[in-house]
């Protein structure tokens, strides 16, 4: 057998070394690319991208003007209703402090018959948003129909006391002037001015021995260009709401006679029929 025929089993020898056989380096192993990592897989050693030094969030000018723009159109609309007479005290009236005070009364006997009713007495100055105000009461007492409004005011805002006196006619409760303490017993009290239209919105307008209803000529508290028109419109306004409410026209009578309270007498008003139930009178 020849030297080219012999299976060589051994390592690999270069046979033209001039020196002699050369045994070969041991062959490395192939090396792969390792496999592709899941698109799910956390990346623990990502590094975000570092930011150029310098810069700054740099917004466009569109969207500055879209922003102006907005901004506009909230705060020229609220300006508008600010500027308004009584807007400013509307405000604080509504969303700081109220004018007036409420408290419910569990059981109160007006007529003395000894029948109790649920009450709500409101006392003070009658605000430019005390309408409001005296739904919101009226509806955390949650009054029924024949239930009562205790008052004792001294006046206030003439358009809110119409207002509220509807709402009274509205819910058909009745009214009193007096006070009332936690057992439910009454005291005399006041009601003047403005008051007396929320009184008139009872359905049954009950006297109180010692209690004052008082009227008097009304006025705006605004300049307008023309008094005497203003005047007349006012007192077209209280006409027709003491007609709604059967009042008897002559309480415009008394009211346009002075600028200053007149307290009516229960006769008188009972003559204007003001008053429906006299006091000690179920």
């Given amino acids: 057998m020849s030297v080219d025929d012999r299976q060589d089993d051994g390592p690999d020898v270069h046979r033209s070394s001039p020196t002699g056989p050369r045994i070969a380096p041991p062959r490395q192993p192939q090396q792969r690319d390792p496999p592709p990592r899941p698109a799910s897989a956390p990346v623990w050693n990502a590094q975000p991208h570092p930011t150029p030094p310098g810069a700054t969030f740099r917004p466009s000018i569109w969207s500055v003007i879209i922003f102006v723009l907005l901004l506009m159109s909230i705060v020229i609309p609220a300006y508008r209703d600010l500027s308004q007479p009584g807007a400013w005290e509307f405000w604080r009236e509504r969303y700081v402090t109220a004018s007036m005070t409420a408290t419910v009364i569990a059981d109160v006997d007006i007529d003395g018959s000894g029948r109790g009713r649920r009450a709500l007495a409101i006392n003070g100055k009658i605000g430019s948003a005390s309408a409001s105000w005296f739904r919101d009461r009226l509806n955390e007492a949650r009054l029924s129909p024949g239930d009562a409004v205790l008052l004792s005011s001294q ?103 002075t600028s200053d309270i007149r307290w009516l007498s229960p006769k008188e008003a009972l003559a204007m029929n003001l008053i429906t139930r006299p006091a000690g009178r179920s």
């Fill in 155 to 257: 006046g206030g805002a003439l358009d809110q006391a119409a207002i509220m006196g509807d709402v009274i006619r509205a819910q058909r409760l009745v009214t009193a002037v007096a006070t009332a303490d936690a057992s439910g017993k009454l005291r005399a009290a006041s009601c003047a001015s403005a008051c007396v239209l929320v009184y008139a919105g009872g359905e049954t307008r009950y006297g109180i021995e010692g209690s004052r209803l008082g009227v008097h000529r009304f006025t705006t508290a605004t300049q307008v260009s023309d008094p005497l028109a203003e005047a007349q419109r006012i007192q077209g306004m209280v006409l027709n709401y003491m007609t709604r409410m059967g009042v008897s026209s002559k309480i415009i009578e008394a009211m346009s006679q």
